[in-house]
C-alpha cells in the first residue's frame, strides 16, 4: 500500500489524462481503490452478520516497487 514519488513522471502526474480510452496519471493502475472496497466489504458482512467460509486474511503488504519486503515478510 506504499506509493512511489512522480519526479520521474513525465507530464502532469496528478492530471487524469484520459487517452485512447485510458487514464494516466499517478495512481491509474493502483490496488488502493481495491483494498477499500475488501475492507468496505468486510465490515457489511459484519454488520450483516455474514461469516466468510473459510478464514479470510487480508495482507496489504510495501514495497512492491523497489525490493519486495512486504509480500516475503508476510509469507
Do not use: C, H, I
Not at 13 to 30: I, L, N, T
Not at 45 to 64: F, H, I, K, Q, Y
Amino acid at each position: 500500500v506504499d506509493t512511489v514519488g512522480v519526479e520521474q513522471m513525465t507530464g502532469d502526474p496528478f492530471s487524469g489524462e484520459v487517452r485512447s480510452g485510458r487514464v494516466y496519471g499517478r495512481g491509474a493502475v493502483d490496488t488502493k481503490a481495491t483494498l477499500a472496497v475488501v475492507l468496505a466489504l468486510l465490515e457489511w458482512m459484519r454488520d450483516e452478520g455474514v461469516r466468510p467460509r473459510a478464514n479470510l486474511l487480508v495482507a496489504a503488504t510495501v514495497d512492491e516497487e523497489v525490493t519486495a519486503y512486504g509480500a516475503p515478510a508476510f509469507a
